[in-house]
T-cell receptor, first 113, second 116 residues
Framework: AQSVTQLDSQVPVFEEAPVELRCNYS??????LFWYVQYPNQGLQLLLK??????LVESINGFEAEFNKSQTSFHLRKPSVHISDTAEYFC???????????FGSGTRLLVRP | GAVVSQHPSRVICKSGTSVKIECRSL??????MFWYRQFPKQSLMLMAT?????????EQGVEKDKFLINHASLTLSTLTVTSAHPEDSSFYIC????????????FGPGTRLTVT
């Protein structure tokens, strides 16, 4: 069985400060990892993904995440956040034959001026 | 890129009526579509997996007679909430997986259902 843990339900941070949103997973099969962002009353947008290859993956808007197999983590980082980054962020894992995505509980990133 | 649409985006219905939500993959063929439900300030809960041409697979605790899913073509899946009640009010989101054996899912914008 697969599961995802996002320990932080909310992360407040000041604009232009760095941020890390934590994600840990458990899985008995190969994993594919995703970060999705959700703005109020909208669906999910894929932020970045790890499928294979380089363990460090980046998004076009400055976020990055590193797949760490030994620590079973896929933390999301950004060196300098903007007000517009305020949103809900979901970490998800997939990898078994069902192709289901298992979501974490989400972390609300609140960027303050 | 892969685009998934949902219709309607918002719907208000009276208790006891049925509501149909459509999920379409606009620029790719989706052998598998997933339906999720999201309560306020919570994560997505998978309701069912819909495969084209076959019966949907429901997650434990989801009533298949209440949430009817049809995946009649490679680009369309529908979710019908039958005899809706206020507790069915929620945000329903679909996603689609393309045919190329990918683990990536593309999400629709969601449908806000309010049952009065």
């Amino acid at each position: 069985a697969q599961s995802v843990t996002q320990l932080d339900s909310q992360v407040p941070v000041f604009e232009e400060a760095p941020v890390e949103l934590r994600c840990n997973y458990s899985s008995s099969v190969s994993v594919y990892l995703f970060w999705y962002v959700q703005y109020p009353n909208q669906g999910l947008q894929l932020l970045l993904k790890y499928l294979s290859g380089s363990t460090l993956v980046e998004s076009i808007n400055g976020f990055e995440a590193e797949f760490n197999k030994s620590q079973t983590s896929f933390h999301l980082r950004k060196p300098s956040v903007h007000i517009s980054d305020t949103a809900e962020y979901f970490c998800a894992v997939s990898g078994d034959s069902s192709y289901k995505l298992i979501f974490g509980s989400g972390t609300r990133l609140l960027v303050r001026p | 890129g892969a685009v998934v649409s949902q219709h309607p985006s918002r719907v208000i219905c009276k208790s006891g009526t049925s509501v149909k939500i459509e999920c379409r993959s606009l620029d790719f063929q989706a052998t598998t579509m997933f339906w999720y439900r999201q309560f306020p300030k919570q994560s997505l809960m998978l309701m069912a997996t819909s495969n084209e041409g076959s019966k949907a697979t429901y997650e434990q605790g989801v009533e298949k007679d209440k949430f009817l899913i049809n995946h009649a073509s490679l680009t369309l899946s529908t979710l019908t909430v039958t005899s809706a009640h206020p507790e069915d009010s929620s945000f329903y989101i679909c996603s689609a997986r393309d045919r190329t054996d990918s683990y990536e899912q593309y999400f629709g914008p969601g449908t806000r259902l309010t049952v009065t």
